[in-house]
């Protein structure tokens, strides 16, 4: 297979003599689908191509396939037009992927400056009716919680898998409803909350908060995040909100403070629905490596049988962040926690850092202070300046501006 003469005029951006390194066993040329979840873009190392497809075995013969790279051989720049994201992986030559052993040394910098492809949910069902999973690549997400929060490694676990489980659980959501997931305990932690909606009907936005993102505790004698000594005993609430009516309210006690047990807890307490929720967030010194999850739930009618049968795959299946942090997309997460059971797809979402502030939300905040505490405002300061708490954006209203506020309330109390 050759890329020469396509792209030799330079259109597509891809370096002329970048290869293929190989194509997975399998592949129907007439429906490749659901394959690489990122193009990792890191300047100045060699690039291997991977043709992929859904439910293929992996090849075997990798390692022999090692000598079609060559090393010398150096990206110019990469462009996404060169075929959809669903047909392509582009991996740096140091990928386990790629080469299993050689050229190992000197490119992990790189790789933590790598650009990844948006994160993503998927919604699936079992062809027998018996069961439904929804999963999650969310380590954009956490990652861009982290930035805006500053947090520490224990926080933004806990906070991760927070908001992780919400956007899951968003995948539910119709039209303008709102879920927001908060946990309470008397641990250093204390709070932190989750908020998800749908920003269109292909994407879910989401947003997590703690007041303490500072919080951070050794690992735990299993060597994890210890989330649950971070937040201690307490409560989940989940509120649903809907675009008319009152909120639906579901309070639970924490079951262990390790977030995936707790929401698992919710879903059998308070909506009577057994459910297998796997939630991670995969972390080093330089950040974050993975996080993503998913929820399995048994539909009605299902068998004894079949509830046995999911709950053993949820067990011995490897944990979700290391299976993202192995390449596996959201296709595989589902298929290991299926099994051998067939499921049809049903709904893929891409998932936004996404925060309900604004320009508009600020000023009228500033127009509750009310006529005296603006004109203070104006007389004192050059301009004001209002910080989101949940996402940390700064916006800024001059004297001018103020001085505009003070006149909207004026031309009202007229």
Not at 24 to 33: D, E, G, L, Q
Not at 91 to 96: D, I, R, S
Request: overall charge neutral.
């Amino acid at each position: 297979m050759h890329l020469d003469g396509r792209n030799a005029d330079g259109r597509n951006c891809v370096a002329n003599r970048v290869g293929v390194v190989r194509e997975r066993s399998r592949v129907n040329r007439h429906r490749v689908v659901a394959a690489a979840r990122r193009v990792q873009l890191v300047h100045d190392r060699a690039f291997g191509i991977v043709l992929d497809a859904a439910h293929v075995d992996a090849e075997l013969a990798r390692l022999a396939m090692d000598a079609l790279v060559d090393v010398r051989k150096r990206l110019r720049a990469v462009g996404l037009r060169l075929a959809r994201t669903e047909q392509i992986e582009i991996w740096t030559v140091n990928h386990k992927h790629v080469h299993a052993v050689r050229v190992r040394e000197g490119n992990e910098p790189a790789l933590e400056n790598s650009v990844a492809m948006p994160d993503r949910i998927l919604t699936a069902t079992a062809v027998d009716g018996s069961f439904s999973v929804v999963a999650g690549i969310t380590t954009e997400l956490v990652r861009e919680t982290q930035t805006r929060l500053a947090a520490a490694p224990t926080a933004i676990a806990a906070v991760g898998r927070l908001v992780t489980g919400a956007a899951l659980l968003g995948a539910s959501l119709k039209g303008k409803e709102k879920l927001t997931l908060q946990v309470e305990g008397d641990g250093p932690l204390r709070k932190i909350v989750a908020d998800v909606q749908l920003n269109s009907p292909a994407q879910i936005g989401a947003r997590g908060y703690t007041p303490s993102p500072e919080v951070d505790l050794p690992l735990n004698p299993r060597a994890k995040f210890d989330v649950g000594g971070a937040i201690g005993k307490g409560f989940l609430q989940v509120t649903r909100s809907f675009e008319i009516g009152q909120p639906y309210v579901g309070i639970v006690e924490l079951r262990s403070g390790e977030i995936g047990e707790d929401i698992a807890a919710y879903l059998l307490t308070s909506e009577q629905i057994p459910s297998v929720v796997a939630l991670g967030v995969l972390a080093n010194r330089s950040g974050i490596k993975a996080a993503g999850g998913l929820i399995a739930q048994v539909l009605p009618g299902a068998s004894d049988a079949t509830i046995a049968a999911l709950a053993e795959r949820a067990n011995e299946m490897p944990p979700v962040t290391t299976q993202i942090d192995g390449g596996a997309t959201v296709e595989d997460l589902i298929a290991s926690v299926a099994g051998t059971l067939e499921v049809r797809y049903t709904r893929t979402y891409e998932v936004a850092f996404t925060c309900t502030c604004s320009v508009d939300r600020v000023e009228r905040a500033l127009l509750a202070l009310g006529r005296d505490e603006l004109l203070k405002i104006v007389r004192e300061q050059d301009r004001t300046e209002a910080v989101c708490e949940l996402c940390k954006t700064s916006y800024v209203l001059s004297r001018d501006e103020v001085r505009g506020l003070i006149e909207r309330l004026e031309a009202l109390s007229f």
